[in-house]
């Protein structure tokens, strides 16, 4: 199971380190040397939930990231939820 977000479809992105040395001039040196770079990983932090949905009267389990949480919890999770595919819209029930 990849690490991605159902809701915001963010996964593992790439990027850079690059090590540094030396003192910097307004300190007295002659200024930073770059020694290096490093590839490296930024993970996102995803989390198995179960989410309650009212309109639906039923729990959802998704794997969202605390970032997709948030807007669950502003937005509401039907809503949210619906957008991102991951439930059928609820049958319109004649009262």
């Known amino acids: 199971m990849s690490r991605t977000c159902q809701v915001t479809q963010r996964g593992t992105a790439t990027g850079g380190r690059i090590a540094r040395r030396g003192l910097p001039k307004k300190s007295g040196g002659i200024g930073l040397r770059t020694t290096g ?3 490296r990983k930024f993970k996102v932090n995803v989390q198995t939930k179960r989410i309650w949905v009212p309109e639906l ?20 999770a039907y809503p949210v939820l619906l957008e991102a595919g991951l439930i059928k819209p609820a049958s319109k029930q004649a009262s």
């Open 37 to 39: 770079h490093t590839k």
């Open 57 to 76: 009267k039923k729990y959802v389990r998704v794997r969202v990231s605390t970032r997709a949480l948030r807007t669950i919890t502003k937005r509401g």
